[in-house]
């Protein structure tokens, strides 16, 4: 398998503009759950920036429980995302639910595309990102197993694109104190099988932004090459999940907290 260590004993560093994901470097992406506004965007990137964030996200296209609730600005979200993100050098990472919006993304010039956890195993999606070279960040699925994670993440591979991140977030359990169940565990299992860099989602796992640092320092603790956050300007005020985004003085506080975990391991 293309993934697996077996083909590749060494780590893969994968180069998102400029910025190394892998190889045992801690980069963190952050940035809001949903892009709402020119003026949310422009204040989330300056955190984001200000507290040594690398990467920004920010969904466009959002995969909501209900169709009644917002569902993302589309285009225009890309267009707000990547032009907050490039006012402060930060590479972006949007998701993509829908192979025909591919090439919008790719004009808009969308650094990393994330797949999230109810399309990891959308087999036809997976197929269409593999036949391009951009960075993909493929989120586990809510049930899914670390194999079925693995063959997902080979779906990509074996149609012409290895830049891709796995990123753990958290699993459905029969736990309901917090949103998923982040499994830790996941970390040296998939460092242990494949080459690839691994980050870990603390935001979805937990679900509430006091849970946040923990979960993160665990993760950097157990050996994750990376975070993907959520972060709001005025968390109170998001649009989607508003009760696990971190605000700013709270994220540059857990980045303060990381350095010496890091360092450690
Ligand atoms: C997200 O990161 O915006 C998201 C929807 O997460 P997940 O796919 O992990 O639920
Ligand atoms: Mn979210």
């Known amino acids: 398998k293309i993934v697996s260590r077996e083909w590749q004993p060494q780590d893969t560093v994968i180069d998102v503009?400029?910025?190394?994901?892998?190889?045992?470097?801690?980069?963190?992406i952050a940035g809001p759950c949903s892009v709402e506004s020119a003026e949310q965007m422009e204040a989330a990137a300056a955190a984001v920036a200000a507290a040594g964030c690398r990467l920004m996200r920010g969904?466009?296209?959002?995969?909501?429980?209900?169709?009644?609730?917002?569902q993302g600005l589309g285009v225009e979200g890309l267009r707000l995302l990547?032009?907050?993100?490039?006012?402060?050098?930060?590479?972006v990472v949007t998701e993509l639910m829908?192979?025909?919006?591919?090439d919008v993304f790719l004009e808009h010039g969308v650094d990393v595309i994330q797949i999230g956890t109810r399309n990891m195993q959308n087999f036809t999606l997976l197929k269409e990102v593999g036949r391009i070279d951009r960075p993909v960040i493929l989120k586990r699925g809510l049930s899914a197993t670390v194999s079925e994670w693995l063959m997902a993440a080979e779906y990509i591979a074996a149609a012409g694109n290895h830049n891709i991140i796995f990123c753990e977030r958290g699993v459905r359990t029969f736990e309901n104190a917090y949103r998923n169940m982040l499994d830790v565990t996941a970390v040296p299992v998939l460092k242990r099988e494949t080459h690839l860099p691994v980050i870990v989602d603390p935001s979805h796992a937990g679900g509430k932004a006091w849970m946040v640092p923990a979960l993160a320092r665990a993760a950097v603790a157990a050996g994750a090459d990376g975070l993907l956050v959520?972060?709001?300007?005025?968390?109170?005020?998001?649009?989607?999940d508003a009760d696990q985004a971190l605000s700013?003085?709270?994220?540059?506080?857990?980045?303060q907290e990381l350095a010496p975990i890091a360092e450690a391991v």
């Open 17 to 28: 503009a400029g910025v190394p994901i892998g190889g045992r470097q801690i980069q963190v």
């Open 82 to 91: 990547v032009e907050a993100a490039r006012a402060h050098g930060l590479p």
């Open 230 to 240: 959520e972060v709001h300007p005025r968390p109170a005020e998001a649009w989607s």
């Open 98 to 102: 829908d192979a025909r919006d591919l």
């Open 59 to 70: 969904g466009a296209f959002k995969p909501r429980t209900s169709p009644y609730t917002f």
């Open 248 to 255: 700013p003085e709270e994220m540059a506080r857990l980045m």
